[in-house]
């Protein structure tokens, strides 16, 4: 009854079920289950354990995903070339890596940093590493760049994380991570409604990461 209420589920375009098999078995952020006790020392020391974590592992998710994006015949760089290439690879693909970044599950989810990103939250391990790859550029071209990482409970007992860069011109913070998170967001909203044709230039992702990082002194070397 009333079976033609029922949809049929749409096909999957080629694009998203390229990006499906390229995420198959793509490596889960996992961070270590939260210890910490009440105790402002205990909180102290298990925030510093992930802040230790999550700095050690950066390597490891460069390479995820620069095997994730060889997939696409994009080649990983911290140069010019490789962040346009990222860049332009963004309003194509960008969107399809989650399937609603409206969701407040999925918002949830990749704040907290709670549990492994698995099943129809692994494309949020690419999200994640693009932010990485976002500081990454940023810290290849500034000098006196920082992290500053936390993670703990706040008011409503909820657990969160946080990754900021510190050290940008005029002493802003930046949080790499919300920003990566809404620009796939944005894409997927422009695809939609064709009321924010920015976040679909090839060049939107690039020139962001520029402006916080013009030519100057250099203190690392740009070939990852």
Not at 110 to 127: H, T
Request: include cysteine.
């Amino acid at each position: 009854m009333f079976g033609w209420f029922r949809r049929t589920p749409a096909v999957p375009t080629e694009d998203q079920l390229r990006v499906s098999q390229a995420l198959a078995s793509y490596p889960p952020y996992a961070p270590l289950e939260w210890k910490a006790d009440s105790t402002s020392d205990s909180r102290r020391a298990a925030s510093a354990q992930y802040r230790d974590f999550f700095i050690g592992g950066i390597p490891d998710r460069i390479e995820a995903l620069r095997a994730f994006l060889a997939n696409f015949d994009v080649a990983l760089s911290l140069d010019d070339i490789g962040l346009m290439a990222v860049s332009a690879w963004l309003p194509r693909y960008g969107d399809l890596l989650v399937n609603d970044f409206d969701d407040e599950a999925v918002r949830d989810a990749y704040r907290d940093c709670a549990v492994p990103w698995a099943g129809r939250l692994i494309g949020l391990n690419v999200v994640f590493d693009l932010a990485i790859y976002n500081a990454e550029c940023l810290w290849a071209r500034r000098t006196r760049l920082k992290w500053q990482v936390s993670r703990g409970v706040d008011a409503n007992g909820n657990l969160m994380a946080n990754h900021f860069i510190i050290g940008l011109p005029g002493g802003k913070a930046f949080d790499p991570f919300h920003y990566t998170y809404l620009h796939c967001r944005n894409i997927r909203t422009a695809k939609t409604y064709s009321d924010d044709c920015w976040s679909l230039k090839s060049d939107s992702f690039s020139r962001h990461v520029l402006a916080d990082a013009p030519p100057g002194r250099r203190r690392r070397k740009i070939a990852l």
